[in-house]
């Protein structure tokens, strides 16, 4: 076969140069496309490997401050010189070892039944250090529904961790009856105020129920300002997803808690509640503390995920017309039942 030869003219190369120079910006196009494509894939999957990556470094306070950073009971001096005992000592804070605490999770009613015995803990989940005044009158709220075995493994680790701490302290478990949408915030205003009819405690701390504290020195009594206690949580790789993030547990004063009117009664469902108690925080000219995340870490106890409530948005950004209208002073509910059990106070309540 004879192949003819074609002559590659001029005018062919021209024709060759400008048919290349027309499709250059579609080749540039795709290329563009593919790099985001591929930029993207590799955030996610970095996401994915470690959301922390990502998060937001914030200032904490250090672990050599934390003594001085402490709000004491105004009861405690004064009744230390009539008692004739000492005020207890710090030094669970010079806790230096950087040993990690865990849970345990096979619970048995037998753990529990022994633990007000072995512990000497009072009806209603009571202790206060017997040779020392503790230095700190906290009331623990704890926002309760459906989380039998989550309770209990709260409870058997929280008394023994609370009483090294040599805290005066009582847990309160606030159950909502069924019925409507689980409301948190609500709830842990509840709290509050049934808290203070049994004791007129100086430090509160909102905690939820799946959460453990990992690090003994992570003292449970309220700080200067406001305290995000649980800022080093695993489920968020040890790290904070957000600067604004204020859920989990927290510790305030009674006098900031009554500044801020409590929480908002308006949050059905999961979610906003504690953006919105951080926004009241901040609009009432309080700011938010940390301690130092090797100190402030949490193990979650798992659970499936809640599903978020789609009137979070909307009720976070209403919720500044409301600080002084909604909250601890227009707070309606019925006590449907309370008891003093032998490891908490349960009030049962309907909203
Ligand atoms: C946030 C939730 C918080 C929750 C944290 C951590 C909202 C409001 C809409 C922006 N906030 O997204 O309530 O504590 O995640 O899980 O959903």
């Excluded at 909102?206 to 206690?229: E, S, W």
């Excluded at 009241?280 to 503390?289: A, D, E, P, T, V």
Aim: some cysteine; proline content about 4%; aromatic content about 12%.
């Amino acid at each position: 076969m004879v192949l003819k030869e074609r002559n590659f003219t001029e005018q062919d190369c021209h024709l060759y140069i400008i048919s290349l120079v027309s499709k250059m910006p579609n080749l540039f196009c795709q290329m563009v496309k593919k790099m985001i494509l591929i930029l993207l894939t590799v955030i996610i999957i970095t996401y994915c490997i470690h959301p922390g990556r990502f998060a937001h470094y914030y200032t904490f306070i250090k672990e050599e401050d934390m003594v001085h950073e402490l709000e004491e009971s105004p009861l405690a001096q004064k009744l230390s010189e009539t008692s004739g005992l000492p005020l207890c000592p710090w030094h669970i804070l010079n806790e230096s070892s950087y040993s990690l605490l865990y849970p345990k999770k096979n619970v048995t009613q037998c753990d529990l039944n022994e633990l007000s015995v072995k512990l000497d803990i009072k009806l209603g989940g009571t202790w206060k250090p017997s040779n020392c005044v503790s230095r700190f009158d906290v009331a623990i709220v704890v926002p309760y529904r459906n989380r039998q075995t989550q309770l209990e493994i709260f409870l058997l680790y929280m008394h023994s961790f609370l009483q090294k701490q040599m805290i005066n302290y009582r847990i309160l478990i606030i159950e909502q009856v069924e019925k409507k949408d689980f409301n948190r915030a609500k709830l842990l205003n509840i709290g509050y105020i049934e808290a203070l009819k049994l004791f007129p405690y100086h430090c509160f701390i909102f905690h939820d129920v799946d959460l453990i504290p990992q690090k003994q020195n992570n003292i449970y009594a309220c700080t200067h300002q406001p305290r995000h206690m649980s800022s080093s949580l695993n489920t968020f790789r040890y790290n904070l997803p957000y600067r604004g993030l204020f859920g989990g547990a927290v510790a305030i004063l009674k006098s900031q808690f009554e500044l801020v009117n409590g929480f908002s009664n308006m949050f059905f469902g999961w979610g906003g509640e504690d953006d919105d108690f951080q926004s009241r925080i901040n609009h009432k000219g309080l700011s938010i503390c940390r301690f130092s995340p090797r100190v402030s870490r949490y193990v979650m106890l798992t659970h499936s995920k809640e599903l978020p409530s789609e009137t979070r948005f909307s009720n976070l950004l209403a919720g500044k017309n409301r600080y002084d209208v909604d909250g601890i002073n227009t707070l309606v509910y019925t006590v449907r039942n309370s008891t003093f059990k032998p490891l908490y106070t349960w009030i049962l309540v309907d909203i």
